[in-house]
């Protein structure tokens, strides 16, 4: 094993790394695996990491619907989690995914899909199904 890594054991000593908000909650950037593009942004408790961790699949928190959202379960638009990170101050997490299909609940690919140009028109991506 590289010096540089440290073994965290077992999965709760990995989410008791964890800084979850007065809420309960971390912040969740989800990451194409391949490209690198960002696809999404979302929430998720301590069930959400250790569901993902468990299952490989992208688990959140829908603070709307104010529990576990495992992404693809109503759309069919599955991620499936191939390597999680935790930032150095363990307050926010990435997934690096491959994403079945459309991560944007509008159909786009991304939720990131409105871009700003420097004269400050927008141009929007076209969703990829629908």
């Known amino acids: ?25 971390v912040p969740v950037i989800c ?9 999404m942004f979302a929430w998720a408790d301590r069930e959400a990491l250790a569901h993902t961790l468990r299952t490989g699949r ?5 603070r709307s619907r104010g529990g576990l959202w495992v992404k693809g379960d109503t759309s069919g638009h599955v991620q499936t989690v191939r390597e999680i990170r935790l930032d150095c101050d363990g307050d926010c997490v990435l997934y690096r995914v491959e994403q079945d299909g459309a991560a944007c609940h509008q159909h786009r690919r991304s939720c990131f899909s409105h871009r700003v140009d420097p004269d400050g028109s927008v141009v929007t991506d076209r969703p990829v199904i629908g």
């Open 31 to 39: 990451q194409d695996a391949l490209s690198g593009e960002v696809l």
């Open 58 to 62: 992208g688990a959140y928190h829908s």
């Open 1 to 25: 094993m590289p010096a540089d890594i440290v073994p965290a054991g077992t999965p709760d000593e990995w989410l008791a790394l964890v800084r979850f908000d007065a809420q309960g909650l």
